[in-house]
């Protein structure tokens, strides 16, 4: 039970890992350590922080509430995603979860939901959808757990824009007219994906006239909005992400 | 009632439609439009066969259990995916759904489900797929819908590999190694992607030395089935595909 092999479990946590470092787990985490994955003292798992790569880890206290693992040593550096943003409208529960899923997956830097014109929904459970990327960084190995934001109007992220940062704009208008981020600028970027009604005529020609927009075409087929966030993610990352 | 833009529904049917072509609803088809659309003799749908393109058809006649539609004019000429499989492992119930709706919608032409050294499922439930295959393209304004195979083991769809299809080999080993679609000759393809628990030993020497197989690293994160499945369709839509 002494080696990274044996470690089945990876585990994201809030505590600051390194060398030696004592790490307390949530009664949550307690919970699936040792009444679901039944481990004890003296068993290991990966951690990471999202901050110190991943660490072996062992478990030092098993407890009902709580228990402790102490770091033995780095398993892998800390891997950070390009500096890329996906803006997405929200759509119904699952697909929601899903994009967020994803976009953990593929190397997005921060989620947010933007509402705009023909979005249905008037809030979010941020908590929830960030224990989702939460998990997915877990399951797939990631070091980095993007941030999911709260709930904010397209008009307002648009009107704060950061200075520098692109924006690659899907529009299911712009069938076979978008241009190809084969020679874009690498650097900040986002990606925005439109509902399931796609842009209001205002919020496109806003958009189209944006001079840090790049309209991108996403084939001949029309995708839901769960699809085309993860199309977009892959022709981002192997444009100019670390996919090459 | 009468013109295009007022179609909110699109079914997808296996008669071949054709000016004038009277075409019979099924009762499943009939209690969609009648009951749970409330629509009526006059009301209109866009109908496709996924041979003739779609066609603006016209209720008929309307009954509890079958009805009547009756094709006015072609609206889109049909759409032929590229000649492209996509081979995967099924997985979870719900994951291998997604994979079938994501593949139809991104133009895959054929989707085939395969048995893997380390593939879970022992049989899968080909007719729900199939629908799912259906919905998908009557959602996504497709006016083709792709065949789901049945299950198949691995090694016998690459005993009876058909003459001149390449295949695009997704192995979560191979990150940063994998080469690039970018000089790769067009024609019939197979994108394989393997189950979560990837290839075993023995599938990936054999994967390897396949003369018609061209390995493909899909980034530096490990990827989950679905995901991978998506991005790699992207890929391979963008490079040899009808993205372009």
Redesign the interface.
Known sequence: MSDIGSAKVRLYVEQPLGQGQSVPLTRDQAHYLFSVMRMGVGDVVLAFDGASGEWLARVAESGKRGGTLVCESQTRPL?MPPDLWLLFAPIKKARTD?IVE?AA???AARICPVQTAFTNAERIRQDRLQAHAVEAAE????TYVPEVCNLQKLDTVLADWPEGRRLMFCDEALVGAGRSLGDAPRGPWAILIGPEGGFSGAERDRLRALPFAHPV????????AD?AA??AL??W??AL???T
């Not at 399951?139 to 990631?142: H, R």
């Not at 996403?218 to 839901?224: D, E, N």
Request: net charge positive; aromatic share 8%; with cysteine.
């Open positions: 891997q899903f994803k997956e593929l190397g399951q797939c190995g990631g075409s996403l084939g001949p087929r029309v995708l839901r699809t993860v199309a892959t022709v990352q192997q992400g670390d996919w």
